[in-house]
């Protein structure tokens, strides 16, 4: 037995856009609702899925405010959620 070098770490498959369309639930991005895959998401691509623009901040809504997600963040979406998106802040040279 020998051992394999370079291996990387496994990431769970999460598919870009789902096929089954019978498992969609429903979330509210900027207010208006979006239907997608329940489940386990790395927030960059979820935001590819949706349609927002790569350039702007994914924050969920929460009862404790609003929660700013980092694209390499993973995310586990769930039926009624709450999203809105916001212009990246930071300073300029």
């Known amino acids: 037995m020998h051992a394999q070098v370079g291996l990387v770490e496994h990431e769970p498959e ?13 979330i509210e991005v900027d207010e208006t ?9 790395l927030v960059s691509k ?4 949706l349609g927002i623009d790569p350039g702007r901040v994914l ?3 929460t009862a ?9 963040a993973r995310i586990h979406v769930r039926e009624g959620e709450r999203f809105i998106t916001h212009a990246r802040s930071g300073s300029s040279s």
């Open 14 to 26: 999460v598919p870009d856009f789902p096929d089954d369309r019978e498992h969609l639930i429903t």
């Open 33 to 41: 609702p979006r239907q997608i895959r329940p489940g386990e998401w």
């Open 46 to 49: 979820l935001k590819a899925n």
């Open 59 to 61: 924050a969920e809504i």
């Open 64 to 72: 404790k405010g609003l929660v700013d997600l980092a694209d390499t």
